[in-house]
């Protein structure tokens, strides 16, 4: 692609950027990529020659991020405001970078890769920051991102986990009635192979990558189960699944149980499917369990609020100019039935947000542990190549103007977990004290 096209995208971009609509609005922590460098010998010449060659495509690509950001500050940046923030000297920095470049040419002994130097620039910009949930995302990056709030994919369907010591990736959770269940893979099956590779020790996100593709196109898995070293192989066909982020039951005394794992795209929808499976069955009371969820997006939480509190305000947001949203309950329904929730120092950002809400309205009783802390609000912005950028934008506060960062909820009533079930990774209802103090609290009201 040339510059003048380049420019053209970039144009393009400016007028989005102008309209000051992110791609999502991400209340939850920060996600980490790592890359694997390769190691090559190769001769001095042959080193020579790829220097100069890297040296030149980085000329071009500092000239490009030069112009494109006096050309992006010169036509207003995003919203036409004016830049009254961090003024950098963009020809000191491209000098010394071109020093810095020298360097690597002559002296340094592997094969730099220049789309990782580019990329190594951008990162290290966000980075300076100093901000650990702003983040530059490469296109690749971005897609990945997107998909994992969309909560939506193409694959076999199921949860997986690795052992950072031994590297063996286990299967946490089939997906209900999703590909994986349906061709026979079990929960807590050991994956050996995929495809006749053996996946022990590889990366994580490339071997979950092996496991997505077009719906119908078949895959090959060999799993461990029950300890046994021989291999079952299954093949499964891959369909568009929904990741399932909440799972519900009714409980004795017709109460509902209603775990939600982290806010995407579809959790509002699910949650709202078992609000409305559980008050066909006779709902009286309500526990809605957010221990561990990290945060999500502002759009889902706030939509499950409204189908619990009728009116008023659920949340507002503040920028560092003082401006920001409101967001308000428009839904007529709502939900006058006892309720607790459950929370802990996982509960972080979108569930703090819940949470506050629940208790500023007095709606339900939280139960558990002082929540994370994280009050503020990252907003997503797609660049003109398809890389993206996520930046701390605002800070979000509670119906009652309660900002959290660095303190938390704390629960109407606190419960520490019993020290013996800390390392436990699944609890049984009946030893969880913290559910049970929340069932408990339920019952009182439905009597």
Same mark, same amino acid.
């Given at each position: ?77 995003? !919203?036409?405001?004016? #830049? =009254?923030? @961090? *003024? ?7 000098? &010394?970078? /071109? +020093? ?100 022990? !020790?590889?990366?994580? #996100? =490339?071997? @979950? *990558? ?7 196109? &078949?895959? /090959? +898995? ?226």
């Amino acid at each position: 692609m040339t510059r003048k096209n380049d420019h053209k995208e970039e144009e393009k971009e400016i007028e989005r950027n102008k309209k000051k609509h992110p791609i999502a609005t991400f209340l939850g922590y920060s996600l980490d990529s790592e890359e694997e460098w390769e190691e090559e010998e190769t001769s001095r010449d042959s080193t020579f020659m790829r220097g100069i060659i890297t040296g030149v495509f980085l000329s071009i690509i500092m000239a490009a991020v030069i112009a494109s950001t006096w050309y992006f500050f010169s036509n207003g940046g995003i !919203g036409n405001k004016s #830049n =009254d923030g @961090v *003024s950098l000297d963009y020809s000191k920095v491209s000098d &010394k970078l /071109k +020093v810095l470049q020298q360097y690597v040419d002559y002296v340094f002994l592997d094969e730099a890769d220049a789309e990782k130097l580019e990329n190594g620039i951008y990162n290290g910009f966000v980075d300076a920051l100093g901000d650990k949930y702003s983040s530059y995302y490469t296109a690749e990056e971005y897609q990945d991102l997107m998909e994992s709030t969309d909560g939506q994919y193409c694959g076999i369907g199921a949860y997986v986990a690795q052992d950072k010591e031994t590297g063996t990736i286990t299967i946490t959770s089939p997906f209900e009635n999703g590909p994986a269940a349906k061709a026979g893979i079990k929960e807590n099956d050991v994956l050996y192979s995929v495809n006749g590779k053996e996946v022990k !020790g590889q990366e994580l #996100n =490339d071997v @979950v *990558s092996s496991m997505k593709g077009t719906a119908g196109t &078949k895959v /090959k +898995v060999g799993v461990l189960r029950d300890n046994s070293t021989t291999p079952i192989y299954v093949e499964i066909t891959l369909e568009d699944v929904e990741v399932p982020t909440v799972s519900y039951e009714m409980l004795e005394d017709k109460i509902g149980y209603i775990i939600v794992s982290k806010f995407d795209k579809v959790t509002s929808t699910q949650f709202r499917t078992a609000v409305d499976d559980l008050q066909k069955q006779g709902m009286k009371g309500l526990v809605i369990d957010l221990r561990g969820n990290p945060g999500g997006l502002l759009t889902s939480v706030t939509d499950m609020l409204d189908r619990i509190i009728k009116d008023g305000t659920l949340v507002y947001t503040k920028d560092k100019n003082g401006e920001g949203e409101t967001f308000k309950a428009t839904d007529n329904d709502s939900l006058d039935i006892p309720m607790s929730v459950l929370i802990n120092k996982g509960s972080a950002s979108a569930s703090e947000l819940f949470a506050g809400a629940i208790q500023d309205y007095g709606v339900g009783t939280l139960v558990g542990t002082t929540s994370y802390g994280k009050g503020i609000v990252q907003n997503i912005y797609k660049l003109y190549d398809g890389s993206a950028i996520k930046l701390t934008v605002s800070k979000y506060y509670t119906p009652k103007g309660r900002n959290i960062q660095g303190t938390g909820i704390e629960p109407d009533i606190t419960v520490e977990l019993d020290k013996e079930l800390e390392n436990e990774s699944k609890i049984p209802m009946s030893k969880d004290n913290q559910l049970q103090k929340a069932i408990e609290v339920v019952q009182k009201k439905i009597k």
